[in-house]
């Protein structure tokens, strides 16, 4: 308990945190009196483990129950640690490991075609009841756009797709390519709302599925293809491209692939919009428990490694913007509807999986409120006069839109 007593002393400087120890020893570290929580030990072995691996140990140990928490939530723990998160990067033990890892980051991201796939499953192939439970109902997993405080989910993510779509700027007739298309919510809003045929490719066959009977119920078949479909594996030419939430899935060391074969499957006058979860800053790596239980292969780039990939493409950045809180109100909303339906979600996967759910859904929510994540949305060109010059165009298209929306 010596190495772990030294590490949380220094750490915490706001906040309170008691750790109750496994012999029943109560060991208090105080910055100050808020926010207040205390956890217990149960096993001595996390003593040392967590000194020298916290982000992995912290959340097997609360997956697996050898750490609880007995005053406060998971919320309130994890937040003491998010907001003292700026003194425990400083210490000379985390230092060097994080050097290490940044080292080493391109060998967790070996996205090969088959280890993508295997990935993929991991992740998103646990099981559509459980998505149902959280996301909203058009079934959209990535980053709501609020345009208010008081948007519910569902209007905040019809902002995001109808934000995309204005960006696009489609004519009827064109061909559009969905790069990990999810349950098909941009793919069926695009065939809905313009005259344009959308082929969406996936590498989840539980995506796949739901995405094709949403298709058939809504009458789109004929103007959506849905296929199991690794975006290198795409051949063929498109007017349009849209890729969101699927960057972050694609690995360090096959970023200049990724924009290479956007520009190869871009008609003459092509546009593509890339919307992904990027951080501020210089390149980091992926933390240890995330990318172990929850995103294998995952990575959230800076934007000069975006953009150095990029350049290397030959095409043109005509746009770019970054979201900053909307994802930390997106991940706050799919929690509190997670919680609402936490007994359907343990019946379906059991209660470790609720727990790293819950972690998962928190950790990554905190990222965005207090450390150095955001999302960007990357609107690319294949020809310097392809787009209008003036951004006039996508405001008047979102305005359209919401006028038919609401005629509707």
């Known amino acids: 308990m010596k190495l772990l007593n030294t590490m949380l002393t220094k750490i915490i400087r706001t906040g309170t945190l008691e750790v109750v120890d496994a012999e029943g020893h109560v060991h208090r570290y105080a910055g100050t009196a808020e926010p207040f929580v205390r956890v217990k030990l149960?096993?001595?072995?996390?003593?040392?483990?967590?000194?020298?691996?916290?982000?992995?140990?912290?959340?097997?140990?609360?997956?697996?129950?050898?750490?609880?928490?007995?005053?406060?939530?998971?919320?309130?723990?994890?937040?003491?640690?998010?907001?003292?998160?700026?003194?425990?990067?400083?210490?000379?033990?985390?230092?060097?490991?994080?050097?290490?890892?940044?080292r080493m980051k391109s060998l967790w991201q070996r996205n090969t075609l088959v280890q993508s796939q295997r990935n993929v499953a991991h992740h998103y192939d646990l099981s559509n009841e459980l998505y149902g439970l959280f996301l909203d109902s058009g079934m959209n997993y990535s980053c709501a756009y609020f345009r208010s405080s008081a948007d519910t989910l569902e209007e905040a993510q019809q902002n995001k797709l109808r934000h995309i779509a204005a960006k696009l700027d489609l004519k009827p007739g064109q061909r559009v390519l969905d790069i990990g298309c999810g349950?098909?919510?941009?793919?069926?809003?695009?065939?809905?709302?313009?005259?344009?045929?959308?082929?969406?490719?996936?590498?989840?066959?539980?995506?796949?599925?739901?995405?094709q009977q949403r298709a058939d119920e809504l009458g789109l078949a004929h103007k959506i293809s849905f296929q199991f479909k690794d975006y290198r594996d795409v051949a063929g030419s498109f007017d349009r491209i849209v890729s969101i939430g699927m960057f972050e899935h694609v690995g360090i060391s096959y970023f200049q692939q990724y924009f290479g074969k956007i520009q190869s499957l871009l008609a003459p006058?092509?546009?593509?919009?890339?919307?992904?979860?990027?951080?501020?800053?210089?390149?980091?790596?992926?933390?240890?428990?995330?990318?172990?239980?929850?995103?294998p292969g995952g990575y959230s780039p800076a934007l000069s490694e975006t953009f150095a990939a990029i350049e290397s493409s030959g095409l043109w950045v005509a746009d770019t913007e970054i979201w900053r809180l909307h994802y930390a109100e997106t991940l706050r909303a799919w929690y509190d509807r997670f919680e609402a339906n936490r007994g359907k979600a343990e019946a379906l996967l059991g209660e470790k999986f609720c727990r790293m759910w819950e972690f998962y859904l928190i950790t990554s929510e905190l990222?965005?409120?207090?450390?150095?994540?955001?999302?960007?949305?990357?609107?690319?060109?294949?020809?310097?006069?392809?787009?209008?010059?003036?951004?006039?165009?996508?405001?008047?298209?979102?305005r359209e839109l919401i006028a038919s929306e609401n005629g509707r």
Not at 184 to 204: C, E, K, P, R, W
């Open 42 to 102: 149960h096993d001595p072995a996390l003593y040392r483990s967590l000194v020298w691996n916290p982000d992995l140990k912290a959340g097997e140990a609360y997956m697996d129950g050898t750490l609880t928490i007995e005053q406060g939530t998971l919320r309130d723990f994890l937040t003491l640690f998010a907001i003292n998160r700026g003194v425990s990067r400083k210490l000379p033990i985390q230092k060097p490991l994080r050097r290490l890892a940044k």
């Open 183 to 211: 349950w098909g919510g941009m793919a069926i809003y695009l065939a809905q709302n313009f005259d344009v045929h959308v082929t969406g490719v996936t590498l989840s066959k539980e995506q796949l599925a739901l995405a």
């Open 269 to 295: 006058g092509g546009v593509a919009l890339v919307h992904a979860i990027g951080r501020k800053g210089g390149p980091g790596t992926t933390g240890k428990w995330l990318r172990k239980y929850i995103f």
């Open 367 to 398: 990222s965005f409120r207090y450390f150095k994540h955001m999302v960007f949305q990357i609107q690319l060109a294949k020809a310097v006069d392809t787009l209008p010059l003036q951004r006039d165009y996508m405001v008047d298209t979102e």
